[in-house]
């Protein structure tokens, strides 16, 4: 197990990058933390399965290094680099039998034939296939060879990192569940560096202790789901992760007021003038719905009972926007205004998230450049509602 | 899949059935007609049993002429085959030069087979062949219509010149529907190369090696024209393979029975090898599969 | 069908996703020995240079091709080929070549088309026997069906006709044609089918209109077959023909033991031989590893 860094790291298909455009993953420093789980979580085509198999050794990259606990594998091959990978599509040999197929890594290192077998019948007991050890793996159904594909990711014990790219893609969804718990079992047991390629927010919510969010080639946010759900640092976080997204009002912003629509709405914060594109963002469980009175006027366009909560689909002043309703919660009678919860409200200067006044946070560009932790300064409030996980979970059951 | 039962399904393939009806019962009918009939001209036939049948299973000159060919089918496959898939693992992948070289590689396929064996009779001379010339220059004694060696060398090169694209192309494709996944995987689980051969194409290969194979075999079995140009079956009858010693006894010596017995039984040898060979090897393909 | 999921193009099938196209290039790349790029150039020399001479030598005259051996022709010339393309015995059997391998290529992927569907959707009484039937023809030695075809096509007075080399040649060409039509044709998902007959659709109106286009390159594939087998084959097409439909491989075949020394014009119309195969595949390029996969990867 190893620490891994990322220096100055970018990478392009292209030989002669011109444009901004032409890198698929822009400059990037980040550390991944020993033994701690990470998902990447992005749209298809922003760059995160580039940026694994960077790491895996798969690609060179363009500019930058990878280090190993200090050690530059920029350019090792693969097998120096010690790191298990698992694709999106299942890969098996389909002449082994399933025993053979999990023993193989192992083998190729040459390892005690006793080693081996003990590994093989542990990783058969937790992908649950003891009793078809003896198969041949052709003819099994995905799912089973998407296991078999996990086993073999998961028998050396020695590995720097496990990678794993969208790997529940074509398994059941119950037996998504029943995976990825295993996984997170894992990772709870052996301490292993897990990297989680998806593009599924709860897969990546529940896996994870830390989501590294990725945009168009550049990771905008890394954080605890948490983080990203009370603070996205780019607007894309917030309208990517929780269901529906952030709301997003382009708005002026003067002090502790921004101007939505001619209406004031308060801030949380008192913010210096900011020139661009300014918006407003403010998550849907945060949106409250009222008969007159203060707040934006708003259209209630049609409510959706999702079981635990209600989705209230609004048009405010010609912009659509969400609100969230508990399940006891009744929708106003004759609502036609909303309110934010000040504190709740996240001012964005050209897509990328400004701290109010006197807190400690930082510009949107140091999202990228420091290690997780630094990503987010402590905004001035505290945590509000209750966190993202238990909203996604309770929606994915 | 599951296909539903379709009687009506006859009925489209009704035009296949008279065509195909036409151009081969009925000539296999004419040939089963002269195989137990003799004639002494003037088409006045008799019963004649299976008399031919068994003349032609105790004549020699079938019996030599069926070794000679076993023979020959065995070495070029034995060459074309693994110099096909050595060929195919080497090919560039995509991009200008895949095209360049399937386009060069196809090439030898569509020539046709008289102007195969007319190439090759060229080169191979002595006098005005490039190889013949080379050979001779280097103080090889090569000649391919007086030595056997020679002859037989000349026309197993022109085979293996003439089909191991085939061979490779097929290959090439079986290689080409490998997702790039399992290359990854293996080099994470660091497999030699030789494993990668072993474990991924080879298995992805199977299924276009075996129509490779069946193809391979059932043309080299019917080989006329090209080493019938070139060495005209000789010297002697070196080169006299099952189908240049068959046309020679029926359209050169019009021994019709004769030739319809050996007719009938080298259509049902070809038949028999091939379901062998397709029997065994997805008998093979299943056991694997369990 | 667990198979089609496994060798689906890895993450070529996240629609736009950047690190879909090259990195297989790269990683394929290393796998390859790096004696590839010596292991082709050997094989392809190898290839050509056969060709290479033959080209050569019809590019020469007579006398050089006989007086001295050289790498290239000294005396440029090009009195071969214009000597076969005024010649009507000589272009005539290009032209003869052309049209039954034409009417081969026509006939033959008209039978199969339907045949080849009843094949890949029914089962029906005796399926499996007739397509294993079918196949067995395209085992059947030229050899062996030589003389009844002349009979047969004597009789009935087709002899010397191209019509008679065409039907002839779809002996091993339909079989063929259907084999890989219907290879194809499976991989066409049925649900289309029944979409289409729940739109209204009338049987004729939906294979000509929906499905023919689905396995537009099947057809393709198969019709590249059929005319490579048509236009190379000698045996049949020369015993079944005399003056009016003799292909120019036959022509070829006359000249060699008729005037026996006239290398030069033989090299020209073997290089002109060489024309019409070359063509094609220059088409076909970019579906040629697809297409000699006939549909069965």
Known sequence: MAKITLDNLAHSYLKQPQKDDDWALKELNHDWVDGEAYALLGSSGCGKSTLLNIISGLLQPSQGRILFDGRDVTHAPTAER????????????DTMSV???????????????????????????????????????????ADAKQKISLGRGMVREDVNALLFDEPLTVIDPHMKWELRTQLKQLHHDFGHTMIYVTHDQTEALTFADKVVVMYDGRVVQIGTPQELFERPAHTFVGFFIGSPGMNLFDAEIAGTIATVQGASVPLGGSYAPKTGHTQIGVRPEFVRLQAGGEGLPARILRVEDVGRHKIVR???????????????????????????????????????????????????????????????????????????????????? | MNKTVNQKAWFLVLPVLILVGFSAVIPLMTVVNYSVQDTFGNNVFFWAGLDWFRDMLESERMWNALGRQLVFSGIILAIEVPLGIFVALNMPKKGFWASFCLVLMSLPLLIPWNVVGTIWQIFGRVDIGLLGYTLAKLGISYNYTQDFIAAWATVIVMDVWHWTSLVALLAYAGLQSIPDAYYQAAKIDQASRWKVFRFIELPKMAGVLMIAILLRFMDSFMIYTEPFVVTGGGPGNATTFLSIDLVKMALGQFDLGPA?????????????????FYTVMTNLDKREGR | MTDATTSAPGAASIPGDVSAAEPRAQSRRRFRPSGSVVVMTLYLVFLMLPIYWLINMSLKTNTEILGAFSLWPRDLTFANY?????????????????????????????????????????SFMGDKHLFFWLLTNRMAP????????????SSVGLFDTHIAVALAHTLFNVPLAVWILEGFMRGVPREIDETAYLDGYSFPKFFVKIFMPLVASGVGVAAFFCFMFSWVELLLSRTLTSVDAKPIAATMTRTVSASGLDWGVLAAAGVLTIVPGALVIWFVRNYIAKGFALGRV
């Open chain 2, 260 to 276: 319809a017995a050996f007719s009938l039984m080298y259509f049902l040898v070809i038949l028999l090898i091939s379901w062998v």
């Open chain 3, 142 to 153: 030229p050899a062996v069906f030589a003389l009844p075809f002349f009979q047969l096509y």
């Open chain 1, 99 to 141: 025993g053979e197929n999990l023993a193989f890594p192992l083998k190729n290192r040459g390892a005690d034939p006793k080693y081996i077998a003990e590994r093989v019948n542990a990783i058969a007991a937790m992908i649950g296939m003891e009793d078809q050890l003896k198969r041949k793996a052709r003819g099994l159904t």
């Open chain 1, 314 to 397: 609004l048009d405010v002043g010609g912009t659509a926007a969400n609100a969230i309703l508990d399940e006891g919660t009744p929708v106003p009678a004759g609502a036609d205004r909303v309110v934010f919860d000040p504190g709740a409200i996240n001012v964005y200067a050209d897509d990328w998230r400004v701290a109010p006044q006197g807190a400690q946070g930082d510009g949107p560009q140091g999202a990228q450049g420091d290690g997780p932790q630094g990503a987010q300064g402590d905004g001035p409030q505290g945590a509000q509602g209750d966190g993202p996980q238990g909203a996604q979970q309770g929606r994915a059951a």
């Open chain 1, 82 to 93: 010690n790191i298990a990978q698992v694709f999106q599509f299942p890969v098996v040999y």
């Open chain 3, 82 to 122: 214009v000597k076969i393309l005024t010649d009507p015995s000589w272009y005539m059997g290009y032209v003869n070549s052309i049209i039954y391998v034409t009417l081969n290529t026509v006939i033959s992927i008209a039978v199969a088309l339907p045949a080849a569907y009843a094949f890949s959707r029914y």
